[in-house]
């Protein structure tokens, strides 16, 4: 059971990055996914998660109309698209999974998720 996020790196504020994270070992229809993020000395936070079935997708408030969660089922991938990213964006993200027996349910607290990728480090800076 792994997870893999991919697509980081440094962009110039303004800019836009899209992250993936794909999951090895088992399929992601059936968890919830969320994007966590941890900048230099600060906690990990919730970005975002969607649901396994209709539910969400949710955004922490920073980030809503900027970022955007998707997920492909098919290619058992999950994805994070920003948009005007802020140097406050600056930090290493994070995908999760999770379950639950409402599939319309998912979590932006760290503590409901139970697999974890590596994380992939976005840079927002001129």
């Known amino acids: 059971v792994q997870l893999q996020a991919s697509g980081g790196g440094l962009v110039q504020p303004g800019g836009s990055l899209t992250l993936s994270c794909a999951a090895d070992?088992?399929?992601?229809?059936?968890?919830?996914i969320g994007w966590f993020r941890q900048a230099p000395g600060k906690e990990r936070e919730g970005v975002t998660c969607?649901?396994?079935?209709?539910?969400?997708?949710y955004y922490r408030e920073s980030v809503r109309g900027r970022f955007t969660i998707s997920r492909d089922d098919a290619k058992n991938t999950a994805y994070l698209q920003m948009n005007n990213l802020k140097p406050e964006d600056t930090a290493r993200y994070y995908c999760?999974?999770?379950?639950?027996?409402?599939?319309?349910?998912?979590?932006?607290?760290?503590?409901?998720?139970?697999?974890w990728g590596q994380g992939t480090l976005v840079t927002v800076s001129s």
């Open positions: 070992g088992f399929t992601l229809d059936d968890y919830y």
């Open positions: 969607i649901a396994s079935g209709d539910g969400g997708p």
């Open positions: 999760a999974t999770g379950r639950h027996s409402y599939p319309e349910i998912c979590f932006l607290s760290s503590d409901q998720y139970q697999n």
